[in-house]
Structure formats: structure tokens, C-alpha cells
């Protein structure tokens, strides 16, 4: 019975170890771990996306050398951190968590030089290669995305780190967490109705239309109009801040019958299809008509001058 206490005991402690190794990406040191080899460098990608996996680009990070780390995961504070007496022997998230907060203080209260800084890229991707190995902590800033701001969270990232028991990773991958204010008062709907000025033709009518919705003149979403929808659809939740356009496609023949314009009134998008009336083809010249007006013109001219001359005699 005791025997399986025990047992259950490791379990637990084992889980925990995995759980605090994920949070703060710093290794877990078991027995048998095989040594770091300090001849390596690292190198560090930090990918930053929202949660539908957009990428957020153009979001600053400042990187801190605060530890190196011997051939065993044991870290020793850097020189110019010696001072504030830091410590790494934490057994549980919150330790770590609260060195995470004075560590964050230490260097925004001091105005402590970072040592790195990157930027994401348009694929929300920001990397590091060569750096030393360490253990690193990360500032980040709030990001600006229209009526969003994103308020990523401080971490620390150890280089390298045992992501996999262990074995020691020398390519570290992080994935920022982060908190989302949004601003409602730059949140909006956006309606596009259909309307059609085809009276006696209503048969000659597309069963469809896609209307494309552009984000600053970009393609954000396409959708269809039809009888079933009567011809009309609101997007929902956009950010304000952007300027938004929609565009009906159609194709020759339709274009051949329908003339289309775009109005925006509020936050209603009005597509409107003019039918195009056909002139009947009689089989009649049309081109002598303007001869004869020009003729005619230059008779009564030559009439009014003769009916002067008359005058003057």
C-alpha cells in the first residue's frame, strides 16, 4: 500500500514539473540528464499570432541575459544582475512567477539596457540566431492593431531548453500568451443590399451575385446574394478604424445588361444594377442623319445672310 502511495506521489510531482517547464519555458533537471554542450549557440524564434492564428506583425520584444547556465541546467546570475540577488530553485510556478515580476521591475525601475531587441515580421515571426546560452528574460510592449491592443506577457526562455525529458533543444520556439482589450466604440456592422431598377425584365436577373468585401482595398471576405438571403448580409464585429469597400463581381454577359454602382450611406453598402435597355436593330442607316442637320444648319445660316443683303439694298 505504501509502496503505491509513493508511486503516486512521483506521479504527481512529475506532472507538476512538466507543468511549470511549459508555463516559463525553463528546463526540468532529472537524474541522468546528458550536459549541455557549451560550445553551442542557440537560437530563439518567437511567434506571435492571435487566436485564430492571424499573424500579429510589428510587435516589440526586448531580450535580457540574466543567468548562465552550466554543463548540468544550473544557472548563475550575470554580472550586471549580481546585485539584486536573484535566485533559480524554485519548485513550483508561483516561485517562478514571482521572480518573473521582480525581475520585470528590477529592469524597468533601473532602466536596465536590454540586449536584444526584435520586431515580428509580417508573419508574426521574430528571431534570434547565435546567442549565448542562458537563461533570458523577455519584455514585451502592448500592440496597436486598430480598435485592438494586445498586452502580451512577460516570460522567461531558457536557452537551451528540455522541451522533450531529457533532451536539450538548441532551436527554442515560444509562443507568447497575451490579454486583448479591444475598444468598442471603433466596432461596427456593415450591411450591403442588393437593389435592381429592371421593371419588365425582372426574368433576365442573375440567380446570384458575389459581393467582395475589401479592408483597406485588401479582400477580408466574399460572400453571395441571392432571393433566399433577399439580397442582402451584415458583417459583424469590424474594426472601424479600417476602410472598408465592397465590389460585385460579374461576368461579360452580365455586364452587357446590367450597369452597377456603389453607394454608402451610414453603414449600409447599396449595390444597385441598372437594366441595360436594348435599342431595336430595324435594319435602318443611322449615319446620314447627322449630314442632313449639318446641311440643314448651313442652309438657314446661308438664308439669313442672303435675307440681310436685301435689307441693306
Not at 486598430?146 to 533532451?167: C, E, N, R, W
Not at 479591444?182 to 425582372?202: A, F, L, N, P, Q
Amino acid at each position: 500500500m505504501r509502496k503505491n502511495i509513493n508511486i503516486i506521489k512521483c506521479i504527481v510531482m512529475m506532472v507538476i514539473l512538466f507543468q511549470l517547464h511549459t508555463v516559463l519555458a525553463v528546463p526540468i533537471i532529472t537524474n541522468n540528464v546528458p550536459k549541455i554542450d557549451k560550445n553551442q549557440t542557440a537560437n530563439l524564434t518567437i511567434t506571435f499570432l492571435d487566436t485564430n492564428q492571424n499573424a500579429l506583425s510589428n510587435a516589440k520584444f526586448k531580450i535580457y541575459k540574466i543567468a548562465d547556465i552550466s554543463e548540468i541546467g544550473v544557472y548563475t546570475t550575470v554580472d550586471r544582475f549580481k546585485e539584486y540577488n536573484f535566485t533559480y530553485d524554485y519548485q513550483d510556478q508561483q516561485g517562478w512567477n514571482e521572480l518573473l515580476d521582480s525581475v520585470s521591475e528590477c529592469v524597468k525601475a533601473n532602466e536596465i539596457s536590454f540586449d536584444n531587441e526584435i520586431y515580428t515580421n509580417e508573419y508574426g515571426i521574430a528571431k534570434l540566431e547565435n546567442m549565448d546560452l542562458g537563461l533570458y528574460f523577455v519584455s514585451t510592449e502592448n500592440l496597436v492593431v486598430g480598435a485592438k491592443t494586445y498586452i502580451p506577457q512577460d516570460f522567461f526562455v531558457s536557452l537551451p531548453d528540455m522541451q522533450v525529458q531529457d533532451v536539450w533543444e538548441y532551436n527554442v520556439n515560444i509562443y507568447p500568451k497575451y490579454t486583448l482589450d479591444v475598444d468598442m466604440s471603433k466596432i461596427t456592422d456593415k450591411r450591403v443590399i442588393k437593389r435592381w431598377v429592371d421593371e419588365g425584365y425582372v426574368e433576365n436577373r442573375p440567380k446570384e451575385v458575389k459581393i467582395s468585401l475589401l479592408k483597406n482595398g485588401i479582400l477580408y471576405d466574399e460572400i453571395i446574394l441571392n432571393e433566399e438571403n433577399n439580397w442582402t448580409y451584415i458583417w459583424k464585429d469590424l474594426d472601424d478604424t479600417y476602410d472598408w469597400s465592397v465590389v460585385e463581381e460579374l461576368n461579360e454577359q452580365e455586364r452587357s445588361k446590367y450597369k452597377s454602382e456603389v453607394t454608402y450611406q451610414g453603414d449600409v453598402f447599396y449595390v444597385t444594377n441598372t437594366y441595360l435597355i436594348e435599342l431595336p436593330n430595324t435594319g435602318q442607316l443611322w449615319w446620314p442623319v447627322p449630314v442632313l442637320v449639318g446641311s440643314g444648319l448651313v442652309l438657314i445660316a446661308i438664308s439669313i445672310v442672303c435675307r440681310r443683303r436685301k435689307l441693306h439694298e
